[in-house]
């Protein structure tokens, strides 16, 4: 296969149409799959449209039993299909007993302390050991989960189920929680930090610090808006997960 080459026919007026240039013989990321989260139609998303991967929810707020059952789901979907799923798993929010104020107010029936707030700093250890047994009830019923976030989107308090850290926090955190999974769940790899998008703000703290660094196994973010090259730069051939 020779290499190719793009017109975009949609330039603005006055300016010169852009072409680019695709060789399929350089090959600069490995693409490892697509995923959803919680749950949909996965008869449809296997099979028709190649849903490889699957994001669960890990707190409560979110319901157990209601992640398990779409994690099946997408399991048997997958068997059928003759795929394997890949199963990763966040957090959106610490028990409310770990958490301090200011709470957001919530439309969350349960307790209005899963929205907003911050992990009090005394109870890291007990997240962790918190997180390893939830991660635990998902491998007990046969989900195993491949990789796990310890917090989605941590630099908002919102009015659903979200805990807010600053960086040092966020750091400070990861330090004390991403061993204690690793202990529980050999193998497992940590994602983080599951930004909106690239920040050098919250992934260069995580890269530049070595012990939180040495078990920091994917830089996650939910975006490209805003790229950061200094950030991937900092880690090159690291996984990234968006």
């Known amino acids: 296969m020779g290499i190719v080459a793009l017109t975009l026919l949609t330039a603005p007026a006055g300016h010169a149409q852009t072409v680019i240039t695709v060789d399929p013989l350089v ?24 849903m490889s991967d699957h994001r669960v929810c890990l707190d409560a707020e979110k319901g157990m039993d209601d992640s398990l059952r779409y994690a099946l789901e997408s399991k048997a979907a997958a068997k059928a299909a003759g795929q394997e799923m890949i199963y990763i798993a966040s957090n959106w929010s610490p028990p409310p007993e770990m958490k301090v104020g200011p709470f957001v107010k919530s439309y969350v029936p349960v307790d209005r ?4 707030g911050t992990l009090d700093p005394a109870k890291y250890a007990d997240f962790g050991n918190w997180l390893s047994g939830r991660i635990k ?29 600053s960086p040092p926090q966020y750091v400070k955190m990861f330090k004390v929680v991403a061993p204690i999974i690793k202990r529980d769940h050999p193998g497992i790899l940590i994602m983080a930090p599951e930004m909106f998008c690239i920040s050098k703000d919250w992934e260069k703290p995580l890269l530049d610090d070595p012990e939180a660094a040495k078990n920091l196994d994917i830089l996650a973010f939910h975006g490209i808006f805003y790229p950061a090259p200094e950030v991937l730069d900092a880690s090159p051939g690291s996984p990234i997960a968006q």
């Open 137 to 165: 009830l998902f491998e007990d019923a046969g989900i195993p989960i491949r990789a796990v976030c310890l917090q989605n989107e941590p630099w908002l308090a919102l009015f659903y189920a979200s805990c807010q850290y």
């Open 27 to 50: 090959r600069y990321q490995k693409y490892l799959g697509v995923g959803g989260t919680g749950q949909g139609d996965f008869k449809t998303l296997v099979p028709e449209m190649g």
């Open 113 to 116: 302390r899963y929205a907003g």
